[in-house]
């Protein structure tokens, strides 16, 4: 079944991982993007386009040097590389790795993947739906070194793209020319990266049947069970999360968010046997559990990210949450750091 595209993104928990080995702080980069300083701890949060995008170009002003694709790559070895890059080193060849690839990235953001094969060469590119800008190019830099590399691993051979095309200026791009192994176009009219079939058809040595329909059905089925859950009502409140922090999430901001009028989301949470009040509840209460959980966070903070006024306030409403106090609940988990 064709998942419908949506303005929908997500930020995996591999590369926030790896960003801070190359030493880019996750909470510097989304202050910079403007988003909640908490939406790295919940990988699950949906992104719009726009809010993707912006992360991607704060860590690239964030970073040291222009080629920080490739140092976030190196870093997956240390941090856990994503499922799709680790299911693909199991796949028959690199042209079935790919495929795996691209499957799994199109479950997870609104990207809309093309292909092109004629004579003899295989292309791909991307494009975005519901974007109002361009790709930032650190996100096109590392979606195009991660094929490169996986078809390095899964073969065992120094595999080079026959051409890259980006629409930028070049701009201190010399190290990724070497990377790749061929030259890079610029100034083009689709970002794009090329390989030659024969390439494509390399053996993978590691292929194990077994292990790839393990991992592949774990996925999907964590993807699966993701979408069946994905109802209004679970868009709401992640969008209520995302709004929290910088004041009190109001029905006509997230309305606008998830790209319908106020009326239609208030028709649609009624449908749903539910009231705006009762999410945001809801979802205040399980923001609220899962930034005590973390230890780091003291009761000043989490009250404001939650876009409570006061901490008495937070404390009102947790002990009619939970029954007892922020500081009673941590304690009975053996956490008593932060109160």
Known sequence: MTRPITDRCSFPSTLWRAMRVVGIDPAAVLHMAGLPGSVHLDPAT?????QYFAIWKAIKALASEPCIALKIIKAGDSTGQQPGFLAGLY?????????RLLHFKSMVTSEKIWTKEEQGQWSM????????EPEPSLCIDLAFAFMVELGRRGTGRRVTPIR?????????????????GCKVHFGA??????????????????????????VTRSVLDAFAKLAGED?????????????????????AA??????MSERTLQRRITA????????????????????????????????????????????????EWEGVSPGEWRLQRGMDRGI
């Open 91 to 99: 796949a028959a060849n690199f042209r079935d790795a790919i495929s």
């Open 254 to 259: 997230i309305a606008s968010e998830l790209g």
């Open 189 to 214: 009219r689709h970002n794009s990266i090329t390989f030659a079939n024969e390439d494509l058809d390399i053996p993978f040595p590691g292929h194990s049947p077994e292990f790839l329909e393990l």
């Open 46 to 50: 949906s992104l719009s386009t726009s």
């Open 164 to 180: 890259v095309q980006y629409t930028r200026d070049r701009a201190g791009d010399e190290g990724l020319e070497i990377y790749y």
């Open 272 to 319: 749903e046997a539910s009231s705006y009040r009762a999410l945001l509840i809801e979802a205040r209460r399980e923001r609220g559990l899962e930034l005590l959980r973390n230890p780091s966070f003291d009761i000043n903070a989490i009250t404001s990210m939650l876009g409570y006024e006061s901490p008495t306030s937070f404390y009102r409403a947790f002990k």
């Open 125 to 132: 590119g991307r494009d975005w739906p519901f974007a109002t």
């Open 231 to 251: 109802t209004v009502v679970d868009r709401v409140k992640s969008a209520m999360k995302r709004a929290m922090a910088t004041g009190r999430p109001e029905a």
